[in-house]
């Protein structure tokens, strides 16, 4: 700890965000970083707690506090306020490998347990560690290292997400010769088509996918494993494969009128948007456009906030966001005490656009869709909603978000996007596989293990968890990378 007394000198500063009305014209980033001494500023904050809640990563009432990857926080913000740049580097990378994409789409539960938070702002730790990686980028510290010594051993990784990068990353680095294959066009998974353009350019991920090649790592795209890519041929070849598939089954709304046209899934709206930016900036007019329309997103959550600020840069005649539960306070609650995850209403970059351009919030609390309007065409015109509020089941003894009669009420819409959550692995793939699934179609390890129901197979990230956040899919892909290294070698130095 640098500077005993930086939490009582300096105050919380983020980096400056561009005015909502003139970012939403491109889908750039939008965030200017702060300069490097007032960044030097942010990390003196740091305390160096003596139990450092910030990296704890402990799971509290259901939701994570603390970060997963155990970064080693104090350490590296007293580098920075230091002035030791590539340490801090160094650091960062002993536990986290992709901190250019955590940087940016954490949600930073580090934060929310940071010890100044209790009664004051927590320290900035998620800008802080964006700094460290893209200064080490500019200034040459990020080095292609590529293993000296390599064991012979095959590995196929089947998905390209932020686990399966991380698996390969670090069986790579051991040693061991590594192909991932994926789906679509581009690698990145989650990453390059679930993850908007404004949150994460992709050209980030591809500098980072370009480091990996360099270093060893086989890249093969267009490569639907069960589909046009054969398991068989798989288990022949290789000496262990990892399914890192992602939990891809979009949740559906299922209620009169879903056949109409106009209804996507949230995953197929931005997917397009982003394939028809990087192939040609929107010009080929090959994605699901919102311009004009009057939209309805289904889903209060982050990706629904991404499908707002997507539908706001198309041109959106207007934009309505549905959530089903009542709004979270807009400070802790009394029974939400720190360090638990702050159970408090954000307002993010999506709806902070549509209150500058449409001069209100988005969202409509405690409401859900009791049915979809066709138009003699076929396609929604508009949608019937119903109030819910919240009553406690006689039986569970849970609360419950139920109708309330005669609430219902009628609105006009062009295009819905659904935005629900995702349900867990595609079947398709664990048939393929053979492996066994628990009731929520997750791929069934046992309690803290990787390895599946079928010998030499093992699962990671999402379709091994269910739906999480992305720090937590680097830590599955890091540990089930040292599962599979002990298999193969009958011991591990990976951490």
Not at 136 to 148: I, P, T
Not at 187 to 215: A, D, H, T
Not at 225 to 253: F, H, M, Q, T, W
Not at 375 to 399: F, Q
């Amino acid at each position: 700890m640098g500077k005993p007394t930086g939490f009582l000198e300096f105050e919380r500063e983020n980096s400056l965000a561009i005015d909502p009305k003139e970012r939403i014209k491109n889908f750039n980033e939008f965030h200017t970083p702060l300069s490097q001494d007032k960044r030097k500023a942010q990390g003196a904050r740091c305390m160096d707690c003596g139990v450092p809640f910030c990296q704890s990563g402990m799971t509290i009432k259901g939701a994570t506090t603390g970060c997963p990857l155990h970064n080693l926080i104090p350490e590296w913000n007293d580098l920075i306020f230091g002035d030791n740049w590539d340490q801090a580097y160094k650091r960062l990378l002993k536990t986290n490998n992709f901190p250019e994409f955590t940087g940016r789409v954490c949600p930073a539960p580090c934060e929310a347990a940071c010890t100044s938070g209790i009664n004051s702002s927590p320290v900035s730790i998620k800008e802080n560690e964006l700094s460290i990686i893209e200064n080490a980028y500019e200034n040459g510290f990020v080095e292609v290292k590529k293993s000296k010594v390599r064991t012979g051993k095959k590995i196929a990784i089947v998905g390209s997400g932020p686990s399966g990068l991380a698996a390969a990353d670090q069986l790579n680095k051991r040693g061991h010769d590594v192909t991932v294959y994926e789906r679509e066009d581009r690698i990145g998974g989650l990453l390059m088509y679930g993850i908007p353009n404004m949150k994460l350019e992709k050209s980030v991920i591809e500098r980072k996918v370009s480091i990996m090649k360099e270093e060893g790592v086989n890249f093969v795209t267009n490569a639907n494993v069960g589909v046009n890519i054969k398991v068989a041929k798989l288990k022949k070849e290789y000496d262990s494969i990892i399914l890192a598939c992602g939990s891809s089954n979009p949740r559906d709304i299922k209620v009169p009128g879903r056949q109409a046209k106009g209804i996507y899934f949230a995953v197929d709206f931005l997917k397009s948007t982003t394939k028809s930016l990087l192939n040609s900036n929107l010009q080929d007019s090959k994605f699901i456009s919102a311009k004009g329309k009057k939209v309805i997103v289904i889903g209060g959550g982050d990706t629904g906030n991404d499908c707002v600020g997507t539908s706001i840069r198309h041109g959106a005649a207007s934009v309505t966001q549905l959530e089903m539960m009542p709004k979270l306070p807009d400070q802790r609650a009394e029974n939400n005490p720190w360090p638990e995850w702050p159970r408090v209403c954000k307002t993010d970059y999506g709806q902070e656009e549509n209150i500058a351009v449409f001069g209100h919030d988005p969202r409509v609390y405690q409401t859900t869709v009791k049915e979809f309007v066709a138009n003699e065409a076929g396609e929604v015109c508009k949608v019937k909603l119903v109030k819910l509020e919240s009553k406690k089941d006689k039986e569970t003894g849970r609360i419950k978000m139920v109708e309330i009669p005669g609430s219902e009420y009628e609105i006009e819409v062009d295009l819905v996007l659904i935005a629900a959550g995702f349900l867990g692995s595609e079947n398709y793939v664990t048939k393929a596989f053979n492996v066994a699934v628990d009731g929520r179609t997750n791929v069934l390890t046992e309690s803290g293990k990787y390895k599946t129901s079928v010998e030499g197979i093992f699962v990671t990230g999402d379709m091994h968890r269910g739906q999480s956040l992305v720090v937590w899919a680097i830590r599955e892909g890091r540990e089930v990378a040292k599962e599979v290294d002990f298999s193969l070698i009958g011991y591990t130095n990976l951490e």
